[in-house]
């Protein structure tokens, strides 16, 4: 990759060399390079035709889908930035993303318009196209859909500001040619992701062109010794606006692959695909496999197609992954990375065989440090520390938050590394091996979620005066999320239902706490900070107790 290209430029020059073969599977209906460059430009186009310049930010704020694709392509092919977000924020988490990312546009799901409709005076968007989940999918499945009521539908209030999808690629369609050619500097802004962490808000990650060519196209060619990457065909199960969605599956589209997107998880309808299309790698979290393993329709399908599992987001529990290799005769090959990273910073490779619990080797692209977290400098060769990773080009600092770039970004040595606060150990042969978390992030079903953003939204409560937040460890989902409660002096008849409502209200599902709990204090420092680490080793002996018994 040079300094000169950018994504859609590779992107359309893999379609002009694929033509008619299949870029993306929707609902069993395929649709294939040549199409896809066409709507994306004729989107390009119609963005253009409203007054989206080059550098304009645009809020995705779709399910996985055909139309986030050509959204993704079209807003890039504008010359503008994505700002990719998932389709389950309130209107609370919307508001602030879209204020922090100065976004002007926005491209939702008619089911997501009310949200949309009731932030716009809070923010700049001044442009909404609104998205019917089936109207790219051919007219008898758009027939038996609204037959059957399978398509969620969603009540839109059409205007000068707010226009449909579809109606706007056959306006446009014809007037691509007065499109201006792509930008050629690879440094430009791409996107803005937004990632959890330990602060109250989602953290902006600006995303370069370069940066994500680098990195997407060295992940999605791990696969590569299996099959070419020409003839992958990804089930990506991850979200598109995650960073692991992005550099492992939707990346494919700059190589030739076919990516099938399914708008929500559900196990029988992506095992009848497999079948169907002979998709080849299958993306997901631990979870997921989980549940895979666990489904009891499991032996009524042939999966036998898929050659690359993959799975990250979190630590595969090792008795999943003993579990996989003796049902399929297949491993489950891991990864780590961080949206900061644009994604994998090691990852498995496929020629070999991997240690049990190893995430992998690093990646060309990163250069890694294993420091001692209070004093950041190297600890000895197989020890524990806490993980340091750069590249170039890289991100070095958050949208907007210099306090939380100062916590997350060092320089060491003339280089920014990015301080990635996970505690891991490297072998003599370069194998990574995730040990424990040093900050208070809780990963809950691939997500990493943070405490303190939790905490915030409970001691807006009315009754409540102290809240900390900690993950509890958990096989299925990795961390479930408890919080412990002080409420208010002379306050009675509240209980945890109500709070967890509460919380409900503001935060998306992955978020809210699966457990309450009532105290009449919590542990703090001498100056008055929260200590949810002794929360969490109280926590952490009631279970080993609890195992004894």
Known sequence: MTDTQDIYSVFADTARKAGDRTAVIFLGTRYSYRELKAMAEAFAA????HEVRPGSRVVLYLPNSVQWVV??????RAGGVCVPITPIYTPRDLSYIANDSDAEAIVCADTNFGYVQQVLPQTRLRQVVVVRMDELLPPFKRFFGWLFDKVPRGRVELGPEVLRMKPLLKRHRHLTAALPEPGANGGRLAEILYTGGTTKHPKGVPISHELFLISADEQIRVSEPLFPAGENV???NAPL???LGQTCSLATLLVGGALMVLPRVNLDAAFDAIERFGVRTMIGVPTLYRMILEHDRL??????SVEYWYSAGDVLPEEVGRRWKKRFGKPIYQGYGAT????????CPTDRENPPKSVGQVVPSK?????????LKPV???KPGELLVWSNPMVSAYIKKPEETAAAFVELEGRIWYRTADVVRMDEEGFLYFVDRTVDTIKHKGYRVSASEIEAVLQEHHAVVAACVVGIADEKVGERIKAYVVLKEGVKGITGYELIKWCRKSLVAYKVPQYIEFRDMLPKSKVGKLLRREIRDEEKRMSEQGECF
């Open 241 to 243: 606006f995650h960073i």
């Open 340 to 347: 900061e990273t644009c994604g994998g910073v090691t990852m």
């Open 46 to 49: 119609a963005l253009t035709d």
């Open 299 to 304: 032996d009524h399908y042939d999966l036998g």
């Open 367 to 375: 250069r890694v440090m294993i420091v001692d977290p209070a004093f």
């Open 380 to 382: 000895q060769q197989g």
């Open 71 to 76: 959204a993704w392509l079209g807003v890039l």
């Open 234 to 236: 990804i089930l990506g």
